[in-house]
């Protein structure tokens, strides 16, 4: 399984069982959630984990754990498939631990993946579908490329996607 290479200070590493504990926090965490229906209990994040663990099976790629170059669980971060437009796209998601917010990480981690996709995969465009008052998510994809493609549903089901094209040498 290939995963997104390091970065100057991240590096990423398949989801498994053993990280039931990390995610059930980061999932069942209500700063990490507030634009989720709720936070996930320990059951829905092992069934994230299984999720993810289904995705590389299938697609080569999915959600992956990131940490510090040292070690340190950040989140997660990575690429799955969503229904956008009525069509399938390739979507760029992350979640990144309360206490280490607003230190880049999502967007250094963001920015790996979109890479990993340009090299490894045949997608011609990485999307993020973003709560439309989630403007941290928004940032994040802004500063990685992404620019606003459309809007999608209405009240509380509305949802911005922003994208970019893979540019390919």
Not at 22 to 38: I, Q, S
Not at 63 to 70: G, K, P, Q, S, Y
Not at 79 to 98: C, I, K
Not at 126 to 134: C, E, G, K, L
């Amino acid at each position: 399984m290939r995963v997104p290479g390091a970065t100057e200070r991240l590096r990423f590493r398949e989801m498994g069982e053993g990280d039931l504990d990390a995610m059930a926090g980061l999932l069942g965490d209500a700063r990490v959630m507030t634009y989720y229906p709720a936070p996930k209990t320990r059951e829905g994040a092992a069934a994230w984990i299984a999720w993810n663990r289904r995705n590389y099976d299938t697609h080569g790629f999915g959600l992956w754990i990131v940490e510090t170059r040292e070690g340190e669980f950040v989140g997660d971060c990575g690429l799955t498939v969503q229904e956008v437009a009525g069509s399938p796209a390739v979507e760029v998601g992350y979640h990144v631990r309360p206490a280490l917010q607003g230190r880049g990480y999502a967007t250094e981690a963001a920015a790996a993946c979109l890479e990993f996709a340009k090299d490894h995969m045949s997608a011609d465009r990485v999307v993020a579908i973003i709560h439309p008052q989630n403007r941290a998510s928004e940032r994040v994809a802004e500063k990685i490329g992404m620019t606003r493609l459309t809007d999608e549903g209405s009240g509380d089901a509305r949802r911005i996607v922003l994208g970019v094209t893979l540019h390919r040498p």
